[in-house]
């Protein structure tokens, strides 16, 4: 189950980050909140801050 939903929120993070003007965050949030449920604490934060991390801001030069 868990690796199902972490490919869901691991595709949906990749859509995300190949096309951001096209990115829909509430259904980013949701896919989140559903690979992080049943998780710990602990286990959640290190796996949000790992998956937070991929998104970087673009560079304005």
């Known amino acids: ?5 972490e490919l869901d929120f691991a595709s949906t993070l990749a859509s995300a980050l190949d096309e951001p003007e096209q990115a829909d ?3 980013m949030c949701a896919s989140l909140d559903q690979h ?3 998780r ?3 286990e959640q934060l290190r796996l949000a ?3 937070l991390s991929r998104v970087q801001t673009p560079r304005m030069d």
């Open 1 to 5: 189950m868990f690796k199902q939903l």
């Open 25 to 27: 965050i509430s259904l």
């Open 36 to 38: 992080l449920q049943g």
């Open 40 to 42: 710990s604490t602990h």
């Open 49 to 51: 801050g790992k998956k």
